[in-house]
């Protein structure tokens, strides 16, 4: 089993920045890649990003070149920082984690945390 605890969100102006953690915890060997999602009210949820086991790294258009992820395996945890804030980035951040359950690619939510960015 593997479990996500998220920390960092809040209030911030636009164009501030925000910096996401996110502590895996339980089989972290059984981790193959990780990533941040976002929902806003009323809508669904977004892919924002994420980073495999490697290192390799995938982000979606509208947080190109001002969000960046990135993870310390040392310490088990994955960060999202956000630069430039908008918003419409305006929503509840979660973290995820794609775990291997047996043979089987299961993906492990976090509990989410809020971000508001006013304008």
């Known amino acids: 089993q593997v479990q996500l605890v998220e920390s960092g969100g809040g209030l911030v102006q636009a164009g501030g920045s925000l910096r996401l953690s996110c502590a895996a915890s339980?089989?972290?060997?059984?981790?193959?890649?990780m990533g941040w999602y976002r929902q806003a009210p009323g809508k669904q949820r977004e892919f924002v990003a994420t980073?495999?086991?490697?290192?390799?790294?995938n982000y979606g258009e509208s947080v190109k070149d001002r969000f960046t992820i990135s993870r310390d395996n040392a310490k088990n945890t994955m960060y999202l920082q956000m630069r430039s804030l908008k918003p419409e980035d305006t929503a509840v951040y979660y973290c995820?984690?794609?775990?291997?359950?047996?043979?089987?690619?299961?993906?492990?939510w976090g509990q989410g945390t809020q971000v508001t960015v006013s304008s």
């Open positions: 995820n984690a794609l775990a291997l359950m047996g043979l089987v690619p299961t993906p492990v």
């Open positions: 339980g089989n972290i060997g059984s981790i193959v890649a």
């Open positions: 980073i495999t086991r490697d290192g390799n790294t």
